[in-house]
């Protein structure tokens, strides 16, 4: 079992006591020193507390388990908005949400939609269409549904507006 599905399992039941969802364990050389990093998440967004709360609660478990074989900073964190959208928990934490995907290959002029997440299945990804305001452009669209194959899917991630 790898390191990362060993804390994982470690860490899990605490996370999710914590009302968070676990989004991924990572553990990284950066700058010469080993960095264990937890992503979390929440639906009503992730916060300094949550990070704090979790964090102290799992560092003595790590420890206890003595899986690690050297010194280890440990990071618990948000993924960010603009992360990639994987797991079929992070499409359903993203249902109603504004999303951007992004194509393997161009279909119909275009190699990305936007819009609101509407549903999903093992097949496809289905989106309202909706396109930012550009002045001086008239939208293409009028909310219309379109379904994408997920394996024409390069990329889908939440759309950050401002």
């Given at each position: 079992?790898h390191?990362?599905?060993?804390?994982?399992?470690?860490?899990?039941?605490?996370?999710?006591?914590?009302?968070?969802?676990?989004?991924?364990?990572?553990f990284?050389?950066?700058?010469?020193r080993?960095?264990?990093?937890?992503?979390?998440?929440?639906?009503?967004?992730?916060?300094?507390?949550?990070?704090?709360?979790?964090?102290?609660?799992?560092?003595?478990?790590?420890?206890?388990?003595?899986?690690?074989?050297?010194?280890?900073?440990?990071?618990?964190?948000?993924?960010?908005?603009?992360?990639?959208?994987?797991?079929?928990?992070?499409?359903?934490?993203?249902?109603?949400?504004?999303?951007?995907?992004?194509?393997?290959?161009?279909?119909?002029?275009?190699?990305?939609?936007?819009?609101?997440?509407?549903?999903?299945?093992?097949?496809?990804?289905?989106?309202?269409?909706?396109?930012?305001?550009?002045?001086?452009?008239?939208?293409?669209?009028?909310?219309?549904?379109?379904?994408?194959?997920?394996?024409?899917?390069?990329?889908?991630?939440?759309?950050?507006?401002?």
């Amino acid at each position: 079992m790898h390191l990362q599905e060993k804390v994982k399992d470690l860490v899990l039941p605490v996370v999710e006591d914590a009302g968070c969802e676990l989004v991924d364990v990572e553990f990284v050389v950066e700058n010469r020193r080993k960095v264990l990093r937890l992503l979390i998440d929440k639906s009503e967004g992730v916060g300094i507390d949550d990070c704090t709360v979790i964090s102290q609660a799992v560092e003595p478990i790590i420890d206890d388990a003595e899986i690690m074989d050297s010194a280890y900073d440990l990071e618990v964190s948000s993924p960010g908005l603009d992360r990639p959208l994987i797991t079929e928990e992070d499409l359903n934490r993203n249902k109603g949400r504004l999303v951007d995907i992004i194509l393997k290959l161009q279909e119909n002029g275009r190699n990305s939609y936007q819009g609101s997440l509407k549903e999903f299945d093992n097949e496809k990804i289905t989106i309202i269409l909706d396109e930012p305001f550009i002045k001086g452009r008239k939208p293409r669209t009028n909310g219309q549904t379109k379904a994408i194959l997920k394996e024409d899917i390069k990329l889908i991630k939440r759309a950050i507006r401002f």
